[in-house]
């Protein structure tokens, strides 16, 4: 009984720091949880962002596939009527006095 009352001080004491030290560090977990739960939120709210920007990017696609597959059957009406036209040869004759009329200058 003697050496507990010289050190109930020190017993009182560690007791004491005990208890502060699992209230401090309750503390401390609750703060890395709320840390982590904003974490989470502001992830959710950059994937919302992102398959937004997803489906953007899908729309374009869609559309630049149906300007290709335009395009495509313009080409080949281009090249059908290409075939088709008729070629007409002028004689050499002809050209050379052309670019000579073209080529001329005006005094």
């Given at each position: ?11 009182v ?13 309750s ?6 949880i ?53 070629v ?13 009329k073209?080529t001329?200058?005006?005094?």
């Open positions: 009984m003697k050496m507990i009352k010289k050190y109930w001080v020190a017993i004491a560690g007791i004491g720091a005990i208890i502060a030290f699992f209230l401090f560090n503390k401390n977990k609750s703060k890395k709320e840390k982590i739960a904003e974490k989470i939120d502001d992830n959710t709210d950059k994937i919302i962002e992102t398959e937004k920007k997803i489906e953007v990017i899908k729309e374009k696609t869609k559309a630049a596939k149906k300007e290709a597959v335009k395009l495509k059957n313009e080409i080949a009406e281009i090249e059908e009527a290409k075939e088709t036209i008729e007409v040869e002028v004689a050499i004759e002809d050209a050379k006095e052309n670019i000579l073209k001329r200058r005006k005094k």
